[in-house]
């Protein structure tokens, strides 16, 4: 669904709902008290629907939450379309992933009532909304039945109302790189002071690369070559030009014209990757350079596991803010990726193969969680087009050279 139609049921469904859930919560409390929370939870729940690169950067999160409770079931309330990624990483039991499709709005309806008996049956002790001011999640969070609700809160900033029945709030702090605050989350679940869990940060380390076979990759190796026989014997660049959901974080085409016109004077071979969307962008990218060497692979890759194969078989990525810098993080592969409208500080990958490229304005970051990812931006994204193509190549060619000589 729309980025925005989703925004606008989120708010005008959303609030009612969260207002409706805070007061009854009040009620109960006032004729029960506050409910009994387990010493030790049996159950926890995560709920993390947002992009899938979202979870790479939790995965500090789910370590902890394994070594501070090795006897409790880990279990994620996610959208469908982002289940792979968390397979891949393999973080808990396939059995304990709860999925929702957002392809349709009767499908989301009926995957939500569908989720949420699935959750109370469950029975969980905790749940962590790892999501940055939603009102779905929280309301998830809340009719899961779980005894400790942890969320994130914004404390005096308005306009962010979700409710009052989240009874671990969590400050988000826009200072502190996500992961971080994942794993604040997971200190917030034994009861403290306010705010909860005031932690030192940890330093974070970069997650575990994905593992192939030899022979799994030997094959992708093959069938590439075999598909595009010019790559055979040259330096691979892959480049994803896309902005996804969010065109504000894309880096200019032309600038990508340009430096794709460089890399192939350099003597690479350039391929451009995404999803089947992102073809008519990387269609216009190829016919710019008319060179044998640059090619679309956009559509081309088979699941996530299939592009990071190929990732082995690349020396080189360049992408916009998104899902591949992300996965990246899960490879060795040499990357660089372009911020602006949201900031590295922030959403980094944690990986030493991964270079940003940031320029701080006035204006950035302008994605933030207080305004819902919205951008006043009228379009014209100065803080990545003020990186230029040259830069970009230079950055480029050390790093090609650095791998050259490993």
């Known amino acids: 669904m729309n980025i925005n139609f989703q925004r606008a049921v989120d708010r005008i469904a959303g609030v009612p709902i969260c207002a409706l859930l805070s007061g009854y919560d009040r009620f109960r409390r006032f004729l029960f008290g506050a409910p009994i929370t387990p010493a030790q939870p049996k159950r926890i729940l995560i709920i993390l629907l947002s992009e899938m690169g979202s979870l790479v950067?939790?995965?500090?999160?789910?370590?902890?939450?394994?070594?501070?409770?090795?006897?409790?079931s880990l279990h994620i309330?996610?959208?469908?379309?982002?289940?792979?990624?968390l397979d891949l990483m393999a973080v808990m039991p396939k059995e304990n992933v709860i999925t929702i499709s957002d392809?349709?709005?009767?499908?989301?309806l009926t995957d939500m009532l569908s989720a949420i008996r699935v959750m109370r049956s469950l029975k969980f002790d905790v749940v962590i909304d790892c999501e940055l001011f939603t009102r779905v999640s929280s309301i998830f969070a809340y009719l899961s039945g779980a005894t400790i609700r942890v969320g994130f809160y914004?404390?005096?900033?308005?306009?962010?109302?979700?409710?009052?029945?989240?009874?671990?709030?969590?400050?988000?702090?826009?200072y502190r790189h996500l992961s971080q605050q994942f794993l604040t989350m997971v200190a917030a679940i034994p009861p403290g002071g306010t705010p909860v869990a005031k932690a030192a940060a940890v330093e974070l380390s970069a997650p575990p690369l994905l593992e192939f076979k030899e022979s799994e990759l030997q094959q992708v190796g093959d069938k590439l070559h075999e598909d595009f026989p010019v790559l055979v014997g040259k330096k691979l660049v892959l480049v994803y030009p896309d902005g996804g959901i969010l065109p504000i974080r894309a880096w200019p085409p032309e600038y990508y014209m340009r430096l794709c016109d460089a890399l192939l004077q350099e003597g690479c071979a350039v391929a451009l990757i995404g999803l089947p969307d992102a073809k008519p962008l990387a269609q216009q990218i190829v016919t710019h350079c008319a060179h044998p060497h640059c090619i679309d692979l956009t559509g081309y890759t088979k699941s996530v596991r299939h592009l990071l194969a190929i990732f082995n078989h690349a020396?080189?990525?360049?992408?916009?803010?998104?899902?591949?810098?992300?996965?990246?993080?899960?490879?060795?592969?040499?990357?660089?990726v372009f911020f602006g409208p949201e900031t590295p500080a922030l959403y980094s990958p944690l990986a030493p193969n991964i270079h940003c490229l940031y320029t701080s304005l006035s204006c950035s970051p302008c994605l933030t969680a207080y305004n819902h990812r919205n951008s006043p931006c009228d379009g014209d994204n100065q803080c990545l087009k003020q990186i230029t193509p040259e830069q970009v190549f230079g950055k480029a060619r050390e790093l090609l050279t650095a791998g050259h000589n490993e």
């Open 57 to 72: 950067l939790a995965q500090p999160m789910f370590a902890k939450l394994k070594q501070q409770y090795p006897d409790a």
């Open 315 to 336: 020396s080189l990525l360049i992408t916009n803010d998104g899902g591949p810098g992300q996965f990246s993080a899960l490879t060795r592969l040499p990357t660089l």
């Open 103 to 108: 392809k349709s709005l009767r499908g989301l």
């Open 154 to 174: 914004p404390h005096t900033q308005e306009g962010l109302y979700r409710g009052d029945f989240i009874n671990r709030p969590v400050m988000y702090n826009p």
């Open 77 to 85: 309330l996610m959208f469908a379309k982002n289940r792979e990624v």
